[in-house]
């Protein structure tokens, strides 16, 4: 083992470096990172492994997101009916509908892009450089709405968000992810120069 992960989130992924020295590897048991034609398997193997690693990287953001916001609903909740909580407070109510809002379209944006990516690859083609740059900025987005979100639940949470517990859990883990998807800046820059052409095919796609 290589160092340990004593980190601030996503401490359940176990993310340690490993080395093994003097162990024989038969090809069959390896693969190219960059390969992208499967020897076996569907259309979806043809995304290879990064773009792979991207759908999982999504359904852990959206997932993240609905269970904070869940996770606030039941808070409320279970104060409901008392004077000064949080289910009597518009200004809670306006956050709240906004904080869903921005949740629902991450994730509507995540549904669409992998929705033309999945319709182009069951027809037998592949991914061209403005869906691999959207792919990439649908999980940036996704991953930046819910670091708010849970600054949102966080700041509603009242002292249950500020204890050990599964609030304080899934924010740590919000905020790890954003340093672990690609970078936001380079992807938005690199996605809005796709669409009119600005720049050759080769720059208009943003790094995993």
């Known amino acids: 083992m290589l160092g340990n992960w004593d980190v601030l989130g996503l401490r359940a992924t176990g993310s340690i470096d490993y080395a093994i020295d003097g162990a024989f590897v038969p090809e069959s048991q390896s693969h190219v990172f960059t390969q992208n034609e499967p020897l076996?398997?569907?259309?979806?193997?043809?995304?290879?492994?990064?773009?792979q690693a991207l759908i999982c990287h999504s359904g852990w953001a959206l997932g993240v997101g609905r269970r904070l916001l869940d996770e606030l609903i039941r808070h409320a909740g279970a104060r409901a009916g008392r004077p000064g909580q949080l289910a009597d407070s518009d200004a809670f109510h306006t956050g709240f509908a906004r904080t869903e809002a921005a949740f629902?379209?991450?994730k509507a944006l995540v549904h669409e892009t992998w929705d033309d990516a999945e319709h182009t690859l069951d027809a037998g083609r592949s991914l061209d450089v403005r869906q691999e740059t959207m792919v990439r900025l649908a999980l940036n987005h996704a991953t930046s709405t819910i670091a708010e979100v849970s600054r949102f639940v966080y700041a509603s949470g009242g002292t249950s968000a500020l204890r050990d517990g599964l609030v304080q859990r899934l924010f740590r883990d919000a905020h790890a992810g954003t340093r672990t998807s690609p970078r936001a800046r380079r992807c938005s820059r690199s996605a809005a120069a796709s669409w009119p052409g600005w720049l050759p095919a080769s720059r208009g796609k943003c790094s995993p």
């Open 40 to 51: 076996r398997g569907g259309a979806l193997y043809r995304l290879g492994l990064v773009d």
């Open 104 to 106: 629902r379209a991450a």
